[in-house]
């Protein structure tokens, strides 16, 4: 009896410590150590899949609020490999070969509880098809002034999409080495 309270025990602390755990963004994104450099660039016009693959667009989405300074940098990995970076309001695209991916967004920060933040999306690419992700950080106020901030990452429909993309300027990205 007492055998089997202490396996009881032990499977729901095991569960519970579990649950407790944030998601590594490793298993979709690419290693947490990873930087890149990332400026804006210019507006480009939209880009046409290449023969039998799928193409994918990252915008970043950042609401600043009065005072707030910088632009932010978000990671960005498909299937456990980082593709770039996308940093203020601008976006990154890339080709995607048909089939089931994961994708991912992480804000590459200094700050821990910055670089905590990651967000995550599955979808399955077709040749000659383009899909729209809106990765957007979300300000939610904090007590005593401090403001905290989550990551949404979304699927957003064509005209919505094209909307996003040619309201911003693309994102030049380099991994540091």
């Not at 940098?73 to 980082?82: A, E, I, M």
């Not at 991916?101 to 690419?125: I, V």
Request: overall charge negative; proline content about 4%.
């Amino acid at each position: 009896m007492k055998a089997t309270l202490v396996v009881l025990l032990s499977i729901f602390s095991a569960s519970a410590f579990a649950q407790d755990q944030a998601p590594t963004p490793t298993s979709a994104c690419g290693p947490a150590s990873a930087q890149f450099d990332t400026q804006m660039g210019e507006k480009q016009a939209l880009s046409q899949p290449a023969d039998g693959k799928g193409q994918v667009y990252v915008v970043e989405v950042f609401e600043k609020v009065v005072g707030e300074l910088g632009h932010p940098t978000l990671r960005v990995g498909l299937d456990g490999q980082w593709v770039g970076a996308d940093k203020g309001d601008s976006y990154l695209t890339f080709p995607v070969d048909p089939g089931d991916h994961h994708l991912c967004t992480n804000w590459q920060s200094h700050f821990k509880r910055l670089s905590k933040e990651a967000a995550f999306a599955g979808f399955n690419a077709e040749a000659g098809k383009t899909y729209y992700f809106r990765a957007k950080i979300v300000e939610h106020g904090g007590s005593g002034g401090a403001s905290n901030f989550s990551l949404d990452l979304d699927q957003v429909n064509e005209d919505e999409g094209k909307y996003l993309i040619t309201s911003s300027k693309s994102s030049v990205s380099q991994l540091k080495k």
